[in-house]
């Protein structure tokens, strides 16, 4: 007699599972970042147009977010305003990585857009990228004080994200060590 | 107009499907024969209607209507006419449409031929298959309307998808829905039956021309949609467990199984509660498969727009129609145990070891399928799946199914006799190891370790299959139908095996880099590129090379490969150009622009590859064959 | 949230679907054991953005960069281990289409296994009853049954 149940509870733990399923769809598309509580890694590219390079080692001690973005790619326009109001507030220093881009393309439209960056660094190959686990534009990671990756975003930058997911991990401390510019 | 008629009209299909179901099963259940009477009527007016529905899409897609979304999603006034008609199935709104038609097909079409059917029984059976049309039909109106107006209407439409703008794939969703919804058949019968409490030989024999022919639509359903892919997603690559692919692989295992029990319980009044189970399983799979596609559940090249409220209301009805069908089972199958015997080498013992090692095939594949959901449920992490696990996993049961297959093909029913049978046995295995050896050795070169028993099994499948009715010709006995079909399908299979084992085994592949004039070797084959030129199509321009291929010298032909770009979507296809021929394609796409007028092109030589297809038409045919022997169309003895 | 997420789901699917445009690698290794190596791996490696391809078929940025990572850490004499961990530590356990054997996927690549002798089991289990039953009964088996 009992197996004859067999079939009706191994389908009943399958609905389980594929309601779980449904219910977690919407973030389904996002895979975890692998550097989550890993040291950022090093890099040094150069500097959007101009004849200089530049360090990430000059990050040290201070919290700051790398933005992985490209003028090819459309949801950077719609995060666009988004980080520009995030540079005002002061609260975080934006890096902005250029990612397998044009410079000439890039420059325009921070001109035209508005530069949120402190600094914009171009890898032009998407060798660095690589390092970070990029796969993906836009992509912010979030990095603190000691150098350890502790958040990554991918997606458009939102209000709701920037609320939920960065400015809830930023330390209570008043102002953060000086903008970079 | 004609989009609101067809809305109408869905909604009167519903109703009709009420009908259908309720005077379908409460009819017998309260034995009056006048409610009873209802069912087949209902039936009629549920085809017809959804017949308008569909129509009224099709002609709103002809005429260019844009004032329908989901005409203006999925096409284009420069469409071509082929196009725009199967532009119907080409997005999930209108391909549901089509299974809801496809469903009341085939109810209609068990409604005709059912005159040998006690009518309470048939009547259940209509039943049952109008709860499924209910599910289908409310769903499509609830969550997935087709005729849903856009306002302000579009000039003009964003085109179909330029991937299903082919012949192929045009026909791919009809006969692959054709098959799972000819399973839901199998699975009224089941339901029908357990109702009734009765299940015996007669039942068998009705439910089995019916689950054939569906696994017939199903096979070809499958092997369109791998051609497909082999010659217009560009690079040559047949079958890739994707999740879509998956989820209409598994139903065609379980399916298999269920023929082959279904033969048991024919013959012998055996294995009754495995076809049950086997019947509800089915469909299950086919439902779910429905689930896996639309509720976003799964990141899939194939996902239609994803949603997760859709996904909600199909695992309602899977929760209520299978959940509902498994209460039966628990509820009937006990009562159902034969108390007839067999022997370790019968038939009945090869085809339960058969059935068996195909439903571990699909729970694998279930397993791999779905490991990447049970993991993020579970909170493991996000988990990953590729051929490097579905390709040794499905090997594991497979193969020694292949080897039970070729030798259960000479054992006879209950007593089994294979010693008597040694002989033939033996030969054909000896015959098959022979062929192998030829082939590694002395046809091709590079043979991996797998090689020699995918050609032994295949070999010695085709001539298994070919000794039982090759003997009763000599002994001029009669050879049905259903027996030849069965040799049909049989060698098919081991044909499909032998040709797989080639293509894995030896295909070339070499990525070249060529400027006009320029020429790339692979084996024996020389592709030089001899020109470029830019042509334009309906709806589309694009760059045409043009490829002259030589073996060791001699002219194999000139190929055209192609690179698409589609004006509206402005997407960019790859077609490919292949020289097909029996003993193996020649294969060559376009890649990329690589600068300084070289570009990048693919260049195949595939061996044997279209018998893979090829034998999954004539398995195909096997079984309708087989389905159509008179002794399925003999009226029972009540 | 979820707004954003379905026409990123959208956008991937266009993407993924738009992707019949070939990944075509024409640069060969000098090396012919490197560049069989070559091959293996970028068939094992998932591409990111399409997700279900490899990066040897798939025809976006990505994938080629991570292609040239791989044919930078080949000729700089690493070991395929090396090579599959260096971008298992970039980019988690998903761009390893065959999951790393490890105690949170054992499940994954145990069950076939448990299901095939599950499945031997049972069959024996019916087969030595039902041939209990044929050693005492003497009918034929074109016999009706009930």
Known sequence: MNRYLLPGGVFLLLVIVLYIGIQRAPQKTVIPSALLGKPAPQFTLPVLGRNESFSSTSLAGRWHAINVWGTWCPECRVEHDMLLRIADSGELPLIGFNWKDDDAAALDWLAQLGNPYSVVVADREGRAAINWGVYGAPETFLINDRGIVVHKHVGAMTQEVWEREFRARLPRTAALPGALK | ?638 | ?146
């Not at chain 2, 082999?230 to 879509?244: A, I, R, T």
């Not at chain 2, 791999?368 to 988990?383: C, R």
């Not at chain 3, 070939?22 to 068939?43: C, N």
Request: proline share 5%; aromatic share 10%.
């Open chain 3, 1 to 146: 949230m979820m707004r954003w997420a379905r026409g990123f789901l959208a956008g991937v699917v266009v993407l993924v679907l738009s992707g019949s445009a070939l990944a075509i690698d024409p640069i060969e290794l000098a090396d012919p054991a490197l560049q069989e190596r070559y091959r293996e791996l970028t068939h094992e490696l998932r591409c990111m953005q399409c997700q279900n391809q490899s990066i040897a078929d798939s025809p976006v940025g990505l994938a080629g960069d991570l292609r040239r990572e791989v044919r930078e850490l080949l000729e700089a004499g690493k070991t395929d281990a090396e090579i599959r961990e260096h971008l298992r530590a970039r980019y988690g356990d998903f761009i390893l289409f065959r999951p790393v054997f490890n105690w949170r996927n054992a499940w994954l690549w145990v069950t076939p296994v448990i299901l095939l002798l599950l499945g031997l089991a049972v069959a024996m289990r019916v087969i030595r009853q039902r041939a209990r039953l044929a050693a005492t009964d003497t009918s034929s088996p074109d016999d009706p049954v009930a």
């Open chain 2, 1 to 638: 107009m004609i989009a609101e008629l067809g809305h109408f009209a869905l909604i009167l299909a519903l109703l009709a499907a009420v009908m259908q179901a309720a005077f379908g099963l409460i009819g017998p259940a309260v034995d009056k024969p006048a409610l009873t009477a209802v069912v087949r009527p209902a039936t009629s007016a549920q085809f017809v209607l959804v017949t308008i529905s569909l129509g009224a899409l099709v002609w709103a897609f002809v005429q260019n209507d844009f004032s329908v979304e989901y005409v203006a999603s999925n096409s284009n006034s420069a469409l071509p006419l082929l196009y725009r008609v199967s532009a119907v199935w080409g997005a999930h709104e209108g391909s549901l449409l089509l299974w809801a038609w496809i469903l009341a097909g085939w109810t209609l079409a068990v409604s005709w031929r059912s005159g040998g059917l006690p009518e309470g029984f048939a009547a259940r059976v209509l039943g049952i298959l109008g709860l499924v049309s209910i599910g289908f039909l409310l769903f499509t109106l609830a969550t997935s309307n087709p005729f849903a107006r856009l306002e302000p209407a579009v000039p003009d439409g964003r085109d179909l998808n330029p991937l299903l703008q082919d012949p192929a794939l045009a026909a791919h969703p009809p006969m692959l829905y054709a098959g799972y919804v000819g399973l839901s058949v199998a699975f009224a019968f089941a339901c029908a039956a357990m109702i009734e409490g009765r299940l015996d030989q007669t039942w068998a024999r009705w439910t089995r021309p019916w689950t054939t022919v569906a696994w017939a639509f199903l096979t070809v359903g499958i092997a369109l949609g791998s051609w497909w892919a082999y010659y217009e997603l560009g690079w040559g690559g047949y079958w890739f467990w994707d999740p879509v692919e998956n989820a209409s692989f598994m139903p065609w295992l379980i399916a298999t199984a269920l023929i082959h029990s279904l033969a048991v319980t024919e013959k012998r009044g055996l294995f009754k509660s495995w076809t049950l189970l086997l019947a509800i399983l089915a469909f299950s799979l086919s439902l779910l498969g429905t689930f896996l596609v639309r509720s976003g559940v799964l990141v899939s090249v194939h996902s239609f727009a994803a949603d997760p409220a859709r996904g909600m209301f199909i695992l309602i009805f899977l929760v209520m129609i299978i959940g509902g069908a498994l209460t039966l089972y628990a509820w009937r199958a006990p009562l159902l145990r034969s108390e007839a015997g067999f022997e370790f080498t019968s038939r009945e013992s090869f085809l339960l070891f058969n059935n068996i090692l195909l439903v571990v095939a699909a729970a694998v594949i279930f397993a791999g399928t779905m490991a990447p959901l049970i993991s993020d449920a579970l909170g493991l992490g996000t988990l990953s799946v590729g051929r490097q696990y579905f390709d040794p996993v499905f090997l594991l049961p497979t193969l020694p199914l292949l080897a039970l297959a070729a030798v259960g093909l000479h054992s006879g029913w209950k007593r089994g006799r294979v010693s008597d049978r040694r002989a033939a046995i033996l030969w054909t295995l000896l015959a098959a190891v022979l062929v192998t050896l030829l082939l590694v050795l002395g046809v091709w070169e590079g043979a991996k370790i797998l090689t020699p028993v995918g050609f032994a099994l295949g070999v010695w499948l085709i001539l298994s299959s070919l000794v039982d009715p090759i003997d009763r010709w000599r002994r001029k006995l009669t050879l049905t139908p259903a027996l030849l079909g069965m040799a049909l399908a049989h060698a098919s299979l081991g044909v499909f095996v032998v040709s797989i084992t080639a293509v894995e085994t030896y295909t070339r592949e070499r990525d070249l880099a060529l400027a006009v004039g320029e020429a790339g070797q692979v084996g024996e084959f020389e592709y030089r590129l001899t020109g470029l030129s830019g042509v334009e199509g309906p709806n589309y321009d694009a760059l045409r090379g043009e490829v002259v291929v030589t073996e060791g010298g001699k002219p194999v032909g000139v190929l055209y490969p192609e690179k698409r770009n589609y004006w509206v979507q402005r997407q960019v296809m790859t077609e490919a150009g292949i020289d097909m021929q029996w003993t193996r394609d020649v294969f060559v796409a376009l890649g990329e622009d690589l600068g300084a007028g070289r570009w990048s092109v693919r260049a195949q030589v595939r061996p044997l590859i279209n018998y893979v297809w090829f034998a999954a038409v004539l398995m195909a045919l096997g079984g309708i064959w087989a389905a159509c022997d008179r002794r399925y169309r003999r009226e029972p003895r009540a």
